[in-house]
């Protein structure tokens, strides 16, 4: 029924548990399966590349989970590696092509493919860290990366230094509980419990909410947040920032930090650094900066200077799963003062940081991480830049913001479209908003809005997202896939006018 | 130079950014550089899983960070799947090889190797989740895999709730979130300070170090942390629990939670979970168990019994990424009680969370997770589950405690070799103590043992790791590794001798 020589294998039931177990870790069994998974992946990246697939498999959850859980009850006469085709054959053809060029959503790439082959390798042989030891060449990649981009920013190799973490909410947590400690200075042992007036965390308005959260784990209260004032293009405004320290000094509230962006989420707006550490270190707080998006303006000649002054600040994230393209997660959290690098937790464990072996501590991530066992995240970076240099992030870095400008030009010529912002980078946030409904309420416009948009996604030709604008419904597309060109984004408007024309006929 | 028909591709200077671009997201590039990929594998693979490699591939760290970050200067003339080829095997030869069953380090497996292809079509395809509709598929596996684990706990599929985050550190500070604002009901809004006492949590004295991290992390200060003690097998004595909630609350502190392991790190001691709910239900007061590691009894019929009363925990925390052997981080946490799930974060974000698509909360994981993007980090446990069943996750569990107790056989038989505990599971603490060491001091015996493993580690013959036991050195091994059996055990204690006997020659 099998045969060794075709590399498939079955599992008809065999007699013990040490065969069974040698069966799932055949190496024929991994090759076999491995060279499956390669030609489906080609073949699939063929279609969606070409648009040939729909962008979002949309069904419903109930469905899709019952699916999902029906796969768990095997049936072991099958031969294995077909049973895996099969699984993987259902994982792509239910899944989110992110490398269609329609897609063009949230703040998540179609990444840089092999990327993934070089995270697989990781995944395969399960390479982590936490200490050295456990992980020297995941580690030692790690180290090398976070000194490559900490100089990207502007800083010299002895002074600074980084981690790679679980996605960039995890990231501004650990900023952020490093710079409570520090402000405060015995949080860590004591607790945020303390006489007087409670902690406070001075926020951009438009701040993510992974940052509101973080007060509230921290055990600041997400009632002492300080919501910072922006100007008329959405960044914060270094004047209200100075009034609201003033007052807050004079109250006698400890500040654990200023949260400023680059570049907030939901029109892409870049804070002026520069002015905003000016008024951070006359007070003397602590600034952190949310570069999760636009870090990656660094490695771009034309757009760096969108982030100047970065390299002032005390503490900032970028993530590389967002404009470096490579998969989810890595994400970057630097401080800028070294010293600074084991505020974050004061403890170790006496079994994991080996007094043996001296000098480690700089290289046992776990010391600075809240993961203790940490994946090899940076495996997928670290491969993309050894094959095709910084050159291939600047490029992506450069189409994209182009394109955003290019994108925002088109809906301002047209007039069935209305235009909130002159995007900064490849976030763009508009309405459609055709002659027939402009005497409708902004209300109605933006339940619309909703309404369009859910049904171009179910409908698999476009992703794009939504968001407010002044509290109501608004569209928004980032452009994250360097595959996507000027002709996708008229086709989407395209698109948008054909669902726009059936929702406001229902609707009337 | 280089051909279309032989799949391989050259960056010979591409001339825009376009083409640099096309090229680096070619699916042929994909393929050819998959197929080499896989071929690599296979042959690491052989060569590894018959202890025909180095187990650990020491180097030190300034070094390996100089080799890490030299690839990053790309030559540009060289073909692109031959430069993949080249960076894999560099990645190969340089790692840590946890598939050589002389692997019986850390609590971290040689995962089911498959497992990290389900994981790679996540990667390079960028599958990710926060809200349903990025990532459908992803979400439901998710899905489908907490309600399969929440069952084997033993709850009703309509009554708990789970999620999965990145490790089990991330997890603990999930859960005790959730437990600190249950317990203190406005810390997420007003923060943890509060008149009178200071909010504490009593945990298990050998609990991982990540749990007083989050005391730390969560703003209740880790000298607030009260440590339980423990009986003489090391497990949370209720007796001792029950007297120190009786003497907190006398005084008025409020109590967070009560911390318990299954099985705590340093000897694997699984609490008496029945015994501590029994106290933590008379107190009322919040019960998390760190069953990060010993989860997985649950699928043993064989070792079920270690967990008795799992089901009656407010909340817990299991790995996959342990005893399921499924490559980092996949880790579960749960709560019996789901109207508990959305306590963790009390917030949105509009631009995520959708009114007009109602009914979404329970597969939008960002609403319970601290990632708000989270990868898809499920595929590799749900494709082993898919393939081989349930069986192999008990087979796995039981080949591996019952080798924990073989080795602690062979120790205790050996004259020359000191043993503290009948294991419970597969974690073992001894010393090599022949009798020209019996003399000794501990301290010194202890600074031989550590002494040994360094070398032995550094020689690549086997990975073993490092404790201490009453204050004092001592070896450990946790057996995580499907394919090694008692021969290696027999080969690792002579391998001990032989750099004993070199060791303690030296220090006379």
Request: hydrophobic share 40%; charged share 20%; aromatic share 8%.
């Given at each position: 029924?099998?045969?060794?020589?075709?590399?498939?294998?079955s599992?008809?039931?065999?007699?013990?548990?040490?065969q069974?177990?040698?069966?799932?870790?055949?190496?024929?069994?991994?090759?076999?399966?491995?060279?499956?998974?390669?030609d489906?992946?080609?073949?699939?990246?063929?279609?969606?590349?070409?648009?040939?697939?729909?962008?979002?498999n949309?069904?419903?959850?109930?469905?899709?989970?019952?699916?999902?859980?029906?796969f768990?009850?095997?049936?072991?006469?099958?031969?294995?590696?077909?049973?895996?085709?099969?699984l993987?054959?259902?994982?792509?053809?239910?899944?989110?092509?992110?490398?269609?060029?329609?897609?063009?959503?949230?703040?998540?790439?179609?990444?840089?493919?092999?990327?993934?082959?070089?995270?697989a390798?990781?995944a395969?042989?399960?390479?982590?860290?936490?200490?050295?030891?456990?992980?020297p060449?995941?580690?030692?990649?790690?180290?090398?990366?976070?000194?490559?981009?900490?100089?990207?920013v502007?800083?010299?190799e002895?002074?600074?230094?980084?981690?790679?973490?679980?996605?960039?909410?995890?990231?501004?947590?650990?900023?952020?509980?490093?710079?409570r400690n520090?402000?405060?200075?015995?949080?860590?042992?004591?607790?945020?419990?303390?006489?007087g007036?409670?902690?406070?965390?001075?926020?951009?308005?438009d701040?993510?909410?992974?940052?509101?959260?973080?007060?509230?784990?921290?055990?600041?209260?997400?009632?002492?947040?300080?919501?910072?004032?922006?100007?008329?293009?959405?960044?914060?405004?270094?004047?209200?920032?100075?009034?609201?320290?003033?007052?807050?000094?004079?109250?006698?509230?400890?500040?654990?930090?200023?949260?400023a962006?680059?570049?907030?989420?939901?029109?892409?707006a870049f804070?002026?650094?520069?002015?905003i550490?000016?008024?951070?270190?006359?007070?003397?707080?602590?600034?952190?900066?949310d570069?999760?998006?636009?870090?990656?303006?660094c490695?771009?000649?034309?757009?760096?200077?969108?982030?100047?002054?970065?390299?002032?600040?005390?503490?900032?994230?970028?993530?590389?799963?967002?404009?470096?393209?490579?998969?989810?997660?890595?994400?970057?959290?630097?401080?800028?003062?070294?010293?600074h690098r084991?505020?974050?937790f004061?403890?170790n464990?006496?079994?994991?940081?080996?007094?043996?072996?001296?000098?480690m501590s700089?290289?046992?991530?776990?010391?600075?991480?809240?993961?203790?066992?940490?994946?090899?995240?940076?495996?997928?970076?670290?491969?993309?830049w050894?094959m095709?240099?910084?050159?291939?992030?600047?490029?992506?870095?450069?189409?994209?913001?182009?394109?955003?400008r290019?994108?925002?030009e088109?809906?301002?010529?047209?007039?069935?479209f209305?235009?909130f912002?002159?995007?900064?980078?490849?976030?763009?946030?508009?309405?459609?908003?055709?002659?027939?409904?402009?005497?409708?309420?902004?209300?109605?416009?933006?339940?619309?809005q909703?309404e369009?948009?859910r049904?171009?996604?179910?409908?698999g030709?476009?992703?794009?997202?939504q968001?407010?604008?002044?509290?109501y419904?608004?569209?928004?597309?980032?452009?994250i896939?360097?595959?996507?060109?000027?002709?996708h984004?008229?086709?989407?408007?395209?698109?948008?006018?054909?669902?726009?024309?059936?929702?406001?006929?229902?609707?009337?």
């Amino acid at each position: 029924m099998t045969s060794k020589d075709d590399s498939s294998m079955s599992s008809n039931d065999p007699t013990s548990p040490q065969q069974r177990i040698a069966e799932a870790f055949d190496p024929q069994l991994l090759e076999s399966a491995g060279h499956r998974l390669v030609d489906l992946l080609g073949e699939h990246f063929r279609l969606v590349e070409s648009s040939s697939k729909r962008v979002l498999n949309w069904t419903d959850p109930p469905t899709n989970v019952e699916t999902a859980a029906s796969f768990l009850r095997p049936d072991f006469r099958s031969n294995l590696t077909e049973r895996f085709a099969e699984l993987v054959q259902e994982m792509l053809s239910r899944g989110h092509n992110l490398h269609d060029p329609r897609y063009i959503g949230h703040q998540v790439p179609a990444p840089v493919p092999i990327a993934g082959l070089f995270d697989a390798v990781g995944a395969v042989t399960n390479q982590v860290m936490a200490i050295y030891e456990m992980g020297p060449w995941a580690s030692s990649i790690e180290h090398a990366m976070v000194c490559e981009l900490g100089q990207q920013v502007g800083w010299n190799e002895d002074q600074f230094s980084g981690l790679i973490t679980h996605g960039g909410s995890l990231a501004n947590l650990t900023a952020l509980t490093t710079a409570r400690n520090v402000s405060l200075g015995d949080a860590w042992e004591v607790g945020v419990a303390r006489n007087g007036p409670p902690p406070v965390m001075l926020v951009h308005a438009d701040a993510h909410y992974g940052v509101a959260r973080s007060a509230g784990i921290l055990g600041i209260g997400t009632n002492n947040i300080v919501s910072v004032g922006l100007d008329e293009r959405r960044r914060m405004d270094p004047n209200q920032l100075d009034e609201n320290l003033c007052d807050l000094r004079q109250k006698g509230h400890p500040i654990v930090a200023v949260v400023a962006c680059a570049c907030a989420t939901p029109i892409g707006a870049f804070d002026p650094l520069n002015d905003i550490s000016d008024v951070c270190q006359r007070h003397e707080v602590w600034l952190h900066v949310d570069a999760a998006h636009g870090g990656s303006a660094c490695l771009s000649k034309r757009y760096k200077h969108l982030v100047d002054g970065l390299e002032r600040v005390d503490s900032l994230i970028w993530d590389a799963h967002k404009m470096m393209f490579v998969p989810a997660l890595c994400a970057f959290v630097f401080y800028r003062n070294k010293e600074h690098r084991f505020e974050t937790f004061r403890q170790n464990a006496p079994y994991l940081f080996d007094p043996s072996a001296p000098g480690m501590s700089d290289y046992d991530s776990g010391l600075r991480t809240v993961e203790c066992t940490k994946r090899a995240a940076a495996f997928g970076l670290w491969g993309v830049w050894s094959m095709f240099g910084k050159q291939l992030f600047e490029d992506m870095v450069d189409i994209t913001f182009d394109l955003g400008r290019l994108f925002y030009e088109k809906l301002a010529a047209a007039s069935d479209f209305e235009t909130f912002h002159e995007p900064e980078c490849n976030i763009v946030m508009f309405r459609y908003r055709p002659t027939e409904i402009r005497a409708l309420s902004t209300d109605q416009i933006g339940a619309i809005q909703l309404e369009i948009r859910r049904r171009l996604i179910q409908s698999g030709q476009f992703y794009i997202v939504q968001n407010k604008f002044d509290g109501y419904g608004a569209l928004r597309v980032t452009i994250i896939n360097p595959l996507t060109d000027a002709s996708h984004l008229e086709e989407l408007m395209d698109a948008i006018r054909e669902i726009g024309k059936i929702v406001i006929d229902e609707a009337k």
